[in-house]
């Protein structure tokens, strides 16, 4: 098991920048993926970013160059660094952590954080 706690969201104007924090209730080196994940109002849920215990990342094609990836793992917080930010980023942002298990994989989300990108 793992709670999730997302901060950081909030209005910025386009072309700023805003920093989305997620920490875990466990340390973050027994969690196999990170992840950041957005929805859109009227769209499904899409992965933004995401990190591996090994120090693999990835990126959405929409946020490559804009948007950083990073984990602390001695305060077992996960960072996306937004930069850049354009009003098609305006979504609730989830923070997502995988576990697998010999069973399979276990999936946890946080409440989510509402970044809105406006002028």
């Known amino acids: 098991q793992v709670q999730l706690v997302e901060s950081g969201g909030g209005l910025v104007q386009p072309g700023e920048s805003l920093t989305l924090s997620c920490v875990a209730s466990r340390s973050i080196f027994t969690i196999n993926v990170m992840g950041w994940y957005r929805q859109a109002p009227g769209k499904q849920r899409e992965l933004v970013a995401a990190s591996t215990s090994g120090g693999s990342t990835n990126y959405a094609d929409s946020v490559k160059g804009r948007f950083t990836i990073s984990r602390d793992n001695v305060k077992n917080t996960v960072y996306l660094q937004m930069n850049s930010l354009k009003p098609e980023d305006t979504a609730v942002y989830y923070c997502?952590?995988?576990?697998?298990?010999?069973?399979?994989?276990?999936?946890?989300w946080g409440q989510g954080t509402q970044v809105t990108v406006s002028s």
């Open positions: 997502n952590a995988k576990i697998f298990g010999v069973l399979g994989q276990y999936d946890y």
